[in-house]
């Protein structure tokens, strides 16, 4: 007899994800678009004029006003692409092109810049990050030479939601381009792929209106509330873009930047419906109590004898011995460990206060 495809496992108990149960109207549009290719324009006209909406949406929360970019299949092909478009920029736009590219990134940098590096044939130089899990800045200077097209800051990092200093990151890349002949200089990425919805509603300085940001990634799959498969590629100047495009002979467009051909119209449907939905008074109460359940938890994990390390943006980190994780991921908990070891709580919009308290409990009954 046939198998009903099972339903997908439920969120209930899921702590170590970054991304979350879509946005209800986010998920009907996405079935709607579902067998749309916005890679196609001449043939999927609604797609495409969704895309350029979704553009101007992440554009806004991004602070550029004539953003240029895609709906890309999430973080690692945005980041992928913004080396590409650094690499392809510096071979044909410098005075002196570089002859081994390399580009300079903190170490709590996600590994997609690995990927990116291998399939690029550049150099990753990953420096060290400071006591509290920022890009040092300092290092960065260090690492950046000649050959260097790209610069990486990371806004919201993977592993404890820290936020590296991007304004004095654009400094260094200034500086690197006052000392070469040709005023040439490595473009200025920002990682904020997880971090991009909740950062217009604090404090930070990670976007384009705080530094001269060339390029920048934040994700509508993950804290946007949009369904898989949606990321976001920004880029500030055209000539960013053009750097990616191939021509493609027998479409009615004639060239293509992105990365995969056919593409996902589920995924720009979803990011425009769920930006129309929750922008910005929806994503900001999600950001206010994620905050407040973070710091909810790093209390709880603190009165109990844990080494906390202090949350920023709503990512809790923290040393739990071995067998009481151990013992939490058979009761179904879905919890994931730091490179260190710590325990890792996302505050996604799916995780909430009860759910907390039940984790809390589970760790008192098994510590
Ligand atoms: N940049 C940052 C800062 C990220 O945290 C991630 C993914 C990426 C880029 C890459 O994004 P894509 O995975 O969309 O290509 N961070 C999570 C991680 O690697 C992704 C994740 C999502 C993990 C859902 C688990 C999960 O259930 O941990």
Redesign the pocket.
């Known amino acids: 007899m046939q198998q009903a495809v099972p339903e997908p496992q439920s969120f209930r108990r899921v702590l ?4 979350t149960e879509p946005h209800p109207a986010a998920r009907e549009a996405a079935v709607r678009f579902l067998a749309t290719n916005p890679g196609d324009p001449g043939t999927y006209g609604a797609a495409a004029e969704l895309e350029a909406r979704a553009v101007d949406a992440l554009g806004e929360l991004a602070g550029l006003a004539d953003p240029h970019g895609y709906v890309t ?5 945005a ?1 992928i692409q913004a080396v590409r478009a650094a690499r392809n920029r510096a071979r044909d736009e410098w005075t002196s092109p570089p002859e081994s590219p390399n580009v300079v990134a903190p170490e709590s940098a ?3 810049f690995a990927k990116a590096a291998d399939v690029l044939g550049v150099d990753l130089l990953t420096v060290p990050t400071d006591g509290d899990g920022r890009a040092d800045v300092d290092a960065v200077r260090a690492a950046v030479g000649d050959d260097t097209v790209a610069v990486v800051g ?1 806004a ?3 592993e404890y939601g820290r936020v590296d200093p991007i304004p004095d990151l654009a400094g260094v890349v200034e500086a690197a381009g006052e000392s070469t002949p040709g005023g040439d200089r490595p473009l200025l990425h920002v ?1 904020a ?3 991009g919805f909740y950062l217009p509603f604090t404090d930070h300085e990670w976007c384009f209106e705080h530094a001269p940001v060339d390029t920048l ?1 934040v ?1 509508p ?2 804290l946007g509330q949009a369904p898989v498969p949606a ?1 976001g590629l920004l880029a500030r100047d055209r000539a960013t873009l053009d750097a990616l495009a191939v021509e493609t002979p027998y479409l009615e467009s004639t060239s293509q930047a992105t990365l995969t051909g056919t593409r996902s119209g589920a995924g720009v449907a979803g990011t425009v419906a769920a930006f129309d939905e929750l922008w910005p008074a929806g994503y900001r109460e999600a950001y206010e109590t994620a905050t407040a359940n973070a710091s909810w938890l790093a209390d709880a994990l603190d009165d109990r004898g844990f080494d906390v390390v202090e949350p920023d943006l709503p990512l809790v980190a923290a040393d739990v011995p071995e067998s009481v994780f151990e013992a939490l991921r058979k009761r179904e908990w879905r919890i ?1 460990r730091t490179g260190r070891d710590e325990l890792r709580v996302v505050c996604m919009p799916h995780v909430t206060r009860r759910m907390l308290r039940e984790f809390v409990a589970d760790v008192d009954d098994l510590r």
């Open positions: 170590s994800s970054m991304c299949s999430g973080g690692t092909e980041n996600h590994f997609s990371v919201g990092s993977t990682d792929a997880w971090g990634t994700d799959h993950k990321g994931s």
